[in-house]
């Protein structure tokens, strides 16, 4: 069983990597030739410290002999302080060019990832913004990603310095004396079985602290969005006590991280401050019998810390590792989501749309709470619809079936005569026009917000429609008019006009098919007359499905559904409707403010 | 200040200054005894690992060449023991600086969280919540590795580059000079890079809370995009910001990545110029070889430390480019906050006044002119009106969301500025257009109005409000999960949801803006008892649209054009055949 698991887990971590190269393409050459880069400037580093050396041993040992160099040989302590300098210029311009160049790679990657992973969260069906919480996403791509971002731009990097620094010395202390050689590296396997150890326990705090750190930005998140309500119930103690709760356990679980490495490092450190122990006793003996020269010795010990520093670095490197496995995970859960909703080939529907709608035999749920049973209804083309129906009778689920924001379970939908299942999605969408119960506008203008259907409508047909949906007479009102911008969600503005925004927002695309859910019930009754009107008046062909509840938005239309518990209780005209005595008289009658409605 | 949206970079206008650094003192103050001890301990493992040359120089100079076996393993055990001195100096260092790192930024999290929640409403409007977020949870991460390990290790480097100088200038004068004259050079240098790093990363981190901004609209606005099927041009957009971001870091790392081969560069030239001074220029007439050898080893190790404070150096430009914005929110001046001296509203019985209240949102556009009236305790008012004449405006003044341009709102004779606003909102009741459900079960929505509500409190709230039948419905009745952006719930349920939350909190005052819009009529009917229910002995101010909801109001307001046209009960104005007759009979003529 357990060893299940770490297979399972030894795979993961291939898949994150298997991952991560297939994002790479594109940057690979340029990738591996910064890695070659980066071999070479730590070969540099070794061979630099010769001109030095060189230079310290012609004219800095020896009273005689230097002063003899001195006198004969000055061009070489010319060309040797040339060589240093030129040497350190050449090797600092590569390393930084080796560093631009993991930095252009790990962002371009960046860039590909997130701008694919936006696209794909833009194009998920209902169900997966019902799973995945805002901050959880916010996380995903922000601090998830860096991970990622850092592990090519600077993880890997390390471990190829680390290893290209340990592999030269290695070779170069065989080629000195292999038993030196073998006594310094001895202490390797240890280093090895200790880091296994702490990757083993690291794996799981990173993908706990990376837990914490999304709860933290969802409980961030919903308190901003939801500051008006904190601010209303004066419950700005209990949400900070609930925060600090989240913080607490987000600082603590960073803290626990950061101290699990502490427990091997001490380990670690010995290990690597062992090295220069190890050739005192080990070298000092081999000089002592003539095994080691003294210049031999010098060079173990010059180049000891290119075995150190590898080791030193252990730590970093894994836990930076394990963060990038735990992120690279939620990351790649992302990039391999599928929406349940996908559109059907382009099968050359024509550009326009006729407008008729037909539900059949239509059931839906919501999980195992159905929402929706057995529905059948016809709207022709051109007709106005009204939906009624108490509070959680299915109304919106049932208008949110046309334009494909969920599938039915049983039955299906037509628009056109068409399966909405074969429809191309965007085409079908692209007709629909739809102001929501929950009016949500973004932070741009007024008018870039009635022109979010087609960004390049001219204002002119802003304002229209503007008109249309009795916005501009408060528009025109605004100190910077069109331009005025809107907060988040359209804060600033009360519900009568958000609500008009969206409708106008709505008409703008010239729909075939307009639906209003609930649009108009918090303006007041003259608006409601003008919307109306407009709404009688357009100057292209359209379907309007209503949910309403006033009965003044409901009684001109050509045919009024009522819903009761999901399924169509009552169907005809205002007129009908009201001669049935049923719930559409009861409403009506209550709107009439109790008064029998002759 | 104009509002903000993703597309613009916040401006940000104070000069880059180490008082930012001071400023972050205060939360360092807190820990200063650890970090003394943490700073001490660092020194003494730093100390003692001065002492292994010494030991090695012995070993090779004397013990090796005497071939005494028993004495190098005397040094070696030396040495050992130097090691464990200062690595078990350093574990606990690193312990405690661990520690102390997550506390301050703990702290920092703590303090813009709280500092937040006293910001008014405007804050909220005037820009993306992505970048409020971004502050509180990206930008803090970022600062406390430079506000707990920086520090010390910027105190220990210069430590050691002044033991360092001192005792170079004791070896020789001259020389000495040859390798600070590297110094200059360097600051010249970094002052260059640093004018333009500040910028590049304030930049960074600009684009990126545009960039995140976005990205969290997009995430909530979805279904509208989808309906618009605008997934591509805001792909688009997503994609002019990314890229942006992409530029600005590389920009900005183009400098950071230039300081380590800088101060590399200049100490190779300084060592270069220290040898051709020694050597050509002074010669070893006047020079010993032994000092020359010993001012460079000086003058490596001199470097070092400096190299330290160069990458240090970086990541300070890096972050306090996060730090000021930091600060830049925790200075956002809380406009409405209890006054010095505020006392507590004592209980009241809700009688509520408005003396001569006048409000304007943006300097010069009244909203409210000179309005007063009286409410007496128990009664309940009806606000209606043409959207956007004020209704709104009242009772948000009456809650205190916002304070008045002029005159006094009372709330039983007290003037409510001088009261605390906890006291104040915690004894009122509003319920808000946008009905905010907040994720976890319904049950802990419900008991968001009163904490410790009891479950048979909730559920007889919830009944009152008719929501207790839809709720038991559920699968999970009480215990049901509403997702975040509470799809499971339609607007109507969620409302009533709210109303319940509301009813719960037993306010003495009142406030429903638009609180029913989304109940259907059948619904609100049955509701109306349970508002009559609410209503009774409490004083309420209901903004509503439909008359039915208004008619059984005590008094009816009339609200247009910045104050109060018509007063009285439904037949008196009736009776007036002013603007409310004309609403109400426009409203009439719609239903026959």
């Known amino acids: ?598 | 200040m104009a509002r903000n949206t993703y597309g613009q970079d916040e401006r940000l206008e104070t000069p880059f200054e180490f008082r930012h650094l001071l400023r972050a003192g205060v939360y360092l103050k807190r820990y200063r005894f650890k970090m003394i001890v943490a700073f001490v301990l660092s020194a003494v493992a730093a100390a003692t690992g001065l002492l292994s040359p010494v030991i090695t120089q012995k070993a090779l100079d004397e013990v090796i060449p005497a071939g005494d076996m028993k004495r190098l393993f005397v040094l070696a055990g030396m040495l050992l023991g130097v090691f464990v001195v200062s690595v078990t100096f350093s574990t606990i260092r690193s312990r405690i600086m661990t520690k102390v790192g997550q506390d301050i930024i703990f702290d920092i999290r703590s303090d813009l969280f709280r500092h937040l929640q006293e910001l008014s409403f405007q804050y909220y409007d005037d820009r993306p919540h992505g970048k409020i977020l971004i502050r509180v949870v990206n930008y803090v991460n970022s600062v406390s590795d430079m506000l707990s390990n920086g520090i010390i290790n910027v105190i220990l480097e210069v430590l050691n580059m002044i033991f360092i100088v001192i005792f170079m200038l004791a070896t020789d004068l001259k020389l000495s000079l040859v390798v600070l004259a590297g110094v200059p050079i360097l600051m010249a240098f970094m002052m260059f890079i640093k004018k333009h790093q500040r910028q590049a990363w304030q930049q960074v981190s600009n684009k990126s809370s545009n960039l995140n901004a976005y990205l969290q609209e997009n995430i909530v606005g979805a279904r509208v995009t989808q309906i618009f099927t605008r997934e591509e041009e805001n792909a688009k957009i997503f994609d002019g910001l990314s890229k942006e971001c992409q530029e600005t870091w590389l920009e900005a790392t183009k400098y950071s990545n230039l300081i380590w081969p800088g101060i590399d560069n200049v100490s190779v030239c300084v060592r270069a110029a220290l040898y051709m001074v020694a050597l050509l220029w002074l010669g070893p007439e006047s020079v010993s070889i032994g000092v020359v050898v010993a001012i460079s080893s000086y003058a490596a190790r001199f470097w070092q430390p400096i190299m330290n404070l160069g990458n240090l150096f970086n990541t300070f430009i890096n972050n306090i480019a996060y730090l000021e914005r930091i600060f830049e929110t925790l200075d956002e001046p809380v406009l409405v906050k209890d006054k010095e001296g505020a006392t507590k509203l004592p209980p009241v019985r809700g009688d509520v006044s408005f003396e001569d209240v006048s409000f304007s949102y943006e300097e010069g556009k009244e909203v409210l002119s000179h309005v007063s009236f009286h409410v007496k305790a128990g009664e309940s008012v009806a606000l209606v009106g043409p959207t956007g004449a004020g209704k709104s405006t009242i009772v948000n003044l009456l809650s205190r969301f916002y304070n008045v341009g002029g005159g006094k709102i009372c709330i039983d004779g007290t003037d409510i500025s001088g009261v605390t606003l906890h006291s104040l909102r915690s004894q009122m009741g509003i319920m808000m257009q946008d009905s905010f459900i907040f994720s976890g079960t319904i049950g802990e929505n419900i008991r968001y109005g009163r904490l410790d509500a009891t479950q048979e409190e909730i559920e007889a709230a919830a009944k009152t409000v008719c929501a207790d039948a839809f709720i038991r419905k559920m699968e999970d009745g009480y215990q049901t999960e509403v997702k975040e952006r509470g799809s499971l719930l339609s607007q109507g349920q969620k409302q009533l949801i709210s109303f319940a939350r509301t009813l719960l909190s037993d306010p003495r005052i009142l406030i429903l803006d638009e609180a029913t819009s989304s109940i259907d009529v059948q619904t609100e009917q049955a509701l109306q008892q349970g508002i009559d229910a609410m209503l009774k002995g409490r004083t309420s101010f209901i903004i509503a649209h439909r008359l039915s909801t208004i008619r059984n109001c005590d008094r009816i307001f009339y609200i247009d054009r910045g104050g109060i046209t018509e007063s009285g009960t439904h037949e008196e104005l009736m009776a007036k055949k002013g603007d409310y007759y004309h609403l109400y009979t426009a409203q009439k003529e719609e239903v026959q």
């Open chain 1, 1 to 598: 069983m357990k060893e299940e698991k770490q297979w399972n887990e030894a795979a993961a971590s291939s898949g994150c990597l298997r991952w991560l190269f297939a994002n790479l393409s594109g940057f690979r050459a340029l990738y591996a030739f910064g890695i070659i880069l980066t071999i070479v400037y730590n070969g540099m580093q070794l061979t630099v410290p010769i001109f030095s050396q060189k230079i310290v041993d012609l004219f800095l040992s020896g009273e005689e002999s230097a002063a003899a160099n001195l006198r004969d040989h000055r061009d070489w302590l010319l060309w040797l302080l040339a060589g240093m300098v030129g040497f350190t210029f050449l090797r600092t311009f590569i390393v930084y060019h080796a560093c631009m160049i993991f930095e252009r790679v790990s962002q371009g990657m960046l860039y590909r990832i997130r701008n694919r992973l936006f696209r794909k969260i833009l194009n998920q069906d209902m169900g997966f913004y019902d799973r995945f919480r805002t901050g959880d996403l916010m996380t995903r791509l922000t601090g998830d990603l860096d991970a990622v971002r850092h592990m090519v731009a600077w993880v890997v990097r390390t471990v190829v310095e680390c290893i290209a620094l340990l592999l030269s010395a290695t070779v170069y202390f065989i080629y000195l004396d292999p038993l030196m050689a073998f006594s310094i590296l001895a202490l390797s396997p240890l280093i090895f079985f200790v880091t296994l150890a702490f990757k083993r326990q690291a794996a799981p705090m990173h993908q706990q602290l990376r837990e914490k750190m999304s709860d933290l930005n969802t409980a961030a998140q919903e308190n901003i969005s939801g500051n008006r309500v904190v601010k209303a119930f004066a419950r700005e103690e209990y949400e900070i006590n609930r925060f600090q709760e989240r913080n607490e356990d987000y600082s603590s679980a960073r803290k626990e991280t950061a101290l699990l490495w502490l427990k091997y490092f001490p380990v670690i450190e010995m290990c690597a401050n062992a090295l220069p122990v190890i050739l005192m006793v080990v070298g000092g003996f081999f000089l002592m019998h003539g095994r080691l020269t003294v210049g031999e010795y010098v060079a173990y010990s010059g180049l000891l810390w290119t075995v150190a520093n590898p080791m030193r670095n252990l730590g970093n490197i894994i836990n930076e590792f394990q963060r990038f496995h735990s992120a690279a995970q939620k990351v790649m859960e992302l990039d391999a989501a599928q929406p349940s909703i996908v559109t059907a080939p382009s099968s050359g529907e024509k550009d326009d749309l006729r407008g008729r709608v037909e539900f059949r035999n239509v059931s839906f749920a919501y999980g195992d709470h159905e929402v929706l049973h057995r529905i059948n209804l016809t709207i022709e083309a051109g007709q106005t619809v009204a939906i009624m129906g108490e509070t959680g009778s299915g109304k919106t689920s049932l208008i949110q079936l046309i334009p494909r924001f969920y599938d039915p379970q049983e039955g299906e939908v037509f628009v056109d005569g068409k399966n909405v299942k074969d429809w191309e999605l965007k085409k079908l969408r692209g007709h629909i026009g739809m102001a929501t119960q929950d009016v949500l506008l973004f932070s741009d203008s007024i008018d870039g917000n009635i022109a979010y259907g087609d960004s390049k409508m001219p204002e002119s047909q802003v304002e229209y429609f503007a008109e249309s949906a009795a916005a501009a007479e408060f528009i025109e009102r605004m100190p910077e008019k069109y331009g005025t911008i809107v907060g988040e969600r359209g804060v600033g503005l009360s519900g009568g006009q958000k609500q008009r925004i969206s409708l106008a927002r709505a008409l703008a695309i010239r729909p075939g098919i307009l639906i209003l859910d609930d649009t108009t019930s918090a303006v007041d009754l003259e608006t409601e007359k003008h919307i109306q009107q407009s709404l009688a008046h357009l100057d292209f062909p359209c379907t309007k499905i209503i949910i309403a509840q006033r009965i003044s938005s409901t009684k001109d239309a050509d045919q009024i559904f009522v819903l009761e518990n999901g399924q169509i209780a009552e169907q005809g005209t205002h007129a009908e409707l009201l001669a049935k005595k049923g719930y559409y008289y009861q409403v009506a009658m209550l709107q009439n403010g109790g008064e029998q409605i002759g």
